[in-house]
């Protein structure tokens, strides 16, 4: 079946510093990758769409100054949270929609604490 | 505007009790209904993807059925393994993405 991952898993940063999310789709190829914010018991909140070699699209009330996303190929798209901030605190999750089936599989999550 | 609306918020069976979930949508030209099965502190797993009303779709003790306006995930006889957050989508005409709702929290108890 279509496998997403996501590196890493967790991620522990202190206050002010930057960390990078990667999104890989591993047996499959995705022109467009979505990366979505979840609160605990929550549904998932659409932050940005990413499509391959082109500018993310952000959701409103997202910045895309703190919120970097590079989709620099088929099968990656990262996330980059600059100046990490104790609110940005959450579990971030990536989905790829497969270019051929159009189905799409989301990673396993990473969750991110800033200190 | 487009909406997915989930019930219920959370369901608690005994083992081998059946029942169904609910999810009502009102999209402009469905695109697609999805269900994702979530573990706690993981991602979406995919389930089904339904196109078209009157269409059914299979695996295991579920199956997912589509309606104009609702789908529904019925659980035949659940084990406490079926224990998760059951999430449903919807791609509306037009969009890149998908519309969840908030989930139904089934706990299965032995």
């Known amino acids: 079946g279509a496998v997403v991952s996501q590196h890493p898993s967790w991620v522990i940063c202190k206050s002010g510093t930057s960390v990078k999310i990667e999104c890989r789709s591993l047996?499959?190829?995705?022109?467009?990758m979505f990366w979505y914010r979840q609160f605990p018991k929550q549904s998932l909140m659409l932050m940005a769409t990413?499509?391959?070699?082109?500018?993310?699209?952000?959701e409103q009330g997202v910045e895309k100054d703190k919120f970097l996303i590079n989709h620099a190929s088929l099968t990656l798209s990262t996330l980059t949270v600059t100046s990490a901030h104790p609110e940005d605190s959450s579990f971030y999750i990536c989905?790829?929609?497969?270019?051929?089936?159009?189905?799409?599989?989301f990673g396993p999550g990473t969750r991110l604490t800033v200190t | 505007e487009d909406q997915v609306t989930q019930s219920p918020e959370a369901l608690r069976l005994q083992e081998g009790e059946s029942s169904s979930l609910n999810c009502s949508y009102t999209?402009?030209?469905?695109?697609?209904l999805f269900w994702y099965r979530q573990d706690p502190g993981k991602g979406p797993e995919f389930l089904f993807t339904?196109?078209?009303a009157g269409e059914e779709k299979e695996k295991e003790r579920l199956k997912a059925t589509l309606t104009k306006k609702e789908s529904f995930l019925h659980i035949t006889a659940p084990k406490p393994e079926d224990s998760a957050t059951y999430l449903c989508?919807?791609?509306?005409?037009?969009?890149?993405?998908?519309?969840f709702g908030t989930g139904t929290r089934l706990t299965v108890i032995p």
């Open positions: 989905s790829a929609r497969d270019v051929i089936s159009y189905e799409q599989y």
């Open positions: 047996d499959f190829q995705a022109t467009t």
């Open positions: 990413s499509n391959e070699g082109s500018k993310a699209t952000y």
């Open positions: 999209v402009s030209g469905l695109r697609g």
């Open positions: 339904l196109y078209s």
């Open positions: 989508a919807a791609r509306p005409e037009g969009a890149n993405n998908l519309f």
